[in-house]
């Protein structure tokens, strides 16, 4: 298994409130993303990271911003929660044109 | 752009049936990679297979198969006997060349029942 964790692995949080989603990975990586899954749309990216400091936008980004200071860790924050960013959000490594490996998921809910 | 199809929601079969998932895509891109990933009840995500654009050779691993058809432009699947560990949402995605992401199915929901 691929060494990714997530942390919270679950949080209910109040609209308008700030949440930072945490990934780290063993792997050493260099790419890393942001997902989010819901019931319909299979999984969306959010973000992705092309190295220390290098992101950049995926299909979903609205609401949402990533750091990435260290190669291990991704971060993503929702600035202002919505009921709408109620979500599971996994986070993944892998290589263009290759699979990619996903971390265990983390269930947020936003009241 | 890239869109993944699966027009199946939600398979339900006895245990020992054989089961076959659709998976249609859309791409310009003329080399790509297409994937099958598993969600059982617990909810991680288990990577199965990944498949280029210019292997069109059928894939078998255990009770698992592959077809691939670019004249089609499908990627199905098809679980042979099936048992009720097999239960889990199944994802089709696809990745255009230097693509960053995976696109995503909306997945299918098997059911196997004893």
């Known amino acids: 298994d691929a060494g990714i964790t997530q942390s919270p692995r679950h949080k209910v949080t109040e609209t308008g409130t700030p949440v930072t989603l945490r990934c780290h990975q063993t792997e050493n990586h260099r790419y890393m993303y942001w997902y989010r899954q819901d019931p319909g749309h299979g999984l969306r990216l959010i973000h992705y990271?092309?190295?220390?400091?290098?992101?950049d936008k995926g299909e979903v980004s609205d609401g949402y911003s990533v750091s990435r200071s260290k190669t291990e860790d991704f971060l993503l924050t929702l600035e202002s929660a919505t009921s709408s960013q109620t979500s599971v959000y996994f986070c993944?490594?892998?290589?263009?044109?290759?699979?990619?490996?996903f971390g265990p998921g983390t269930r947020l809910t936003v009241t | 752009a890239q869109k993944v199809t699966q027009a199946q929601t939600e398979i339900s079969v006895v245990e020992k049936e054989d089961v076959t998932l659709d998976c249609v895509y859309e791409t310009r891109d003329t080399t790509y990679y297409l994937f099958w990933y598993k969600q059982p009840p617990s909810g991680e995500l288990v990577f199965l297979i990944r498949?280029?654009?210019?292997?069109?050779q059928n894939e078998i691993s255990g009770r698992y198969s592959w077809n691939f058809q670019k004249s089609t432009s499908s990627f199905n699947f098809t679980i042979t006997a099936s048992q009720v560990v097999d239960s889990a949402v199944y994802f089709c995605a696809l990745s255009g060349f230097n693509d960053y992401k995976l696109s995503f199915g909306a997945g299918t929901t098997v059911t196997v029942r004893a």
């Open positions: 993944a490594i892998g290589s263009t044109g290759y699979e990619q490996y």
């Open positions: 498949r280029n654009s210019f292997d069109e």
């Open positions: 990271s092309y190295g220390v400091k290098d992101t």
